[in-house]
């Protein structure tokens, strides 16, 4: 421990003697990880952005449906009907992390306003169940369902739009019953929503489950939509639901398994900030290589001193790499709290951003500063300023002493 003390205090002294080609190297990896910091954070805070808006305006963070619904379901939706009340979820052993578990039935049908007729995707929700999702439904004109309004309904911009409907509007639902019949039934357009998924609102509308039970004749539920506390303990409520609920009844499917254009995404975005780190890598690699290799050449009469005096090769090199380690770490620093300050400051304003493809609007962005990201930005910095210490340090340790102490006379 003593030795590593006088290594990294020597380098230390090192670093502070040569100042200028020190703060460039240090600034370099600063200015590197910032950028990575900033970008991490910026993508980091999509992804929760988007998890969170796809769980809370379409998926939940569970779905218990029938063994096969997801499956076979679209072709024969009344064969995997829920009853109308799970006993398992009513007790009070119920898990703590369970916020609401709300019922819903999927249906399509034609929906008809003047002459206009089109097809539309159906979900019949527990509005007062639907009020603990929040407002990740984003209804961007009118009101949201409510229990005391049976026959109001909320529209997709996207259908409203096709249908040329707008909110006050009489439309017409026709729909197949669970007996093969055709009913219809007369709703009012309240509100219109977005969310995250434009192909999702050309096609959507919503509807209180007693107005679509009616509708098609029918009781019960496809999906019972479990919503937690906290997204983490996804996986924690889901093994004690599968040992609680009957394999053979009901099967529990996490929002991750469902949620295929999210996944896609997170996918896409992550190669991009990969090849951010491999870029940046690449800079910190060049700059700390080039100035731990001047610094070898400026100082091959000392080297060659250090030697005579009985230092091993390992001693050298070992001086040389804590050099590198420690300007990985001061410009580590630097970066981090220059990332910091920068996420801090451009959060407070937001990023103005137009609507991603296959997304409806745009949204105002932020930076997401994580304790991960900034442990993986700074083992960036140092694990990339070591490797760019490992040759200059090796070409040092390799010189003749004889050579070395010639170099200056």
Not at 97 to 110: N, T
Not at 299 to 312: H, N, S, V
Not at 389 to 406: C, G, K
């Amino acid at each position: 421990m003593r030795t590593f003390w006088l290594d990294f205090n020597l380098a230390f002294r090192n670093i502070a003697r040569q100042r200028r080609r020190s703060a460039i190297a240090v600034g370099a990896v600063g200015f590197g990880i910032t950028a990575l910091i900033l970008a991490n954070g910026f993508i980091e805070w999509i992804f929760l952005d988007f998890r969170e808006s796809t769980i809370k305006s379409q998926l939940g963070h569970l779905q218990i449906v029938r063994p096969g619904y997801h499956g076979a379901g679209k072709a024969d939706p009344y064969a995997f009907l829920l009853p109308d009340v799970i006993p398992e979820l009513e007790t009070p052993n119920e898990p703590r992390q369970i916020k609401a578990v709300a019922p819903r039935l999927s249906f399509s049908g034609l929906v008809s306003y003047g002459e206009s007729t089109i097809s539309f995707i159906g979900d019949g929700d527990d509005p007062r169940q639907q009020e603990a999702f929040g407002d990740a439904l984003q209804i961007s004109e009118g009101r949201n369902l409510a229990a005391d309004d049976l026959l109001g309904i909320i529209v997709g911009e996207g259908l409203a739009r096709n249908l040329g409907a707008n909110v006050g509007d009489r439309v017409v639902l026709l729909a197949s019953t669970a007996s093969r019949g055709i009913n219809a039934v007369e709703v009012t357009i309240r509100g219109l929503f977005s969310t995250v998924t434009k192909s999702y609102d050309d096609s959507a509308l919503r509807m209180p489950i007693e107005t679509a039970r009616q509708l098609l004749r029918t009781q019960g539920s496809h999906v019972g939509i479990v919503l937690l506390n906290d997204t983490a303990q996804t996986d924690i409520v889901l093994a004690e639901l599968r040992e609680k609920l009957q394999k053979d009844n009901f099967e529990i499917v996490p929002w991750y398994d469902l949620a295929d254009f999210y996944n896609k995404t997170v996918a896409l975005y992550t190669r991009q900030i990969n090849g951010v780190r491999l870029i940046i890598a690449v800079i910190i690699l060049l700059s700390i290589s080039n100035t731990m290799m001047m610094s070898v050449m400026e100082r091959i009469g000392e080297i060659g001193t250090y030697m005579a005096l009985g230092a091993r090769r390992t001693g050298v090199m070992r001086r040389f790499l804590s050099e590198g380690v420690l300007l990985g770490c001061l410009g580590g620093l630097l970066g981090l709290l220059l990332g910091l300050i920068l996420a801090y400051a451009i959060s407070s304003v937001g990023i103005p951003m137009p609507p991603p493809p296959g997304m409806a609007r745009g949204y105002t962005g932020q930076i997401l500063v994580t304790w991960d990201i900034a442990l993986k930005s700074l083992t960036l910095a140092v694990g990339t300023t070591l490797a760019a210490s490992v040759y200059p340090a090796w070409r040092a340790s390799r010189m003749q002493i004889v050579d070395a102490l010639r170099h200056n006379r």
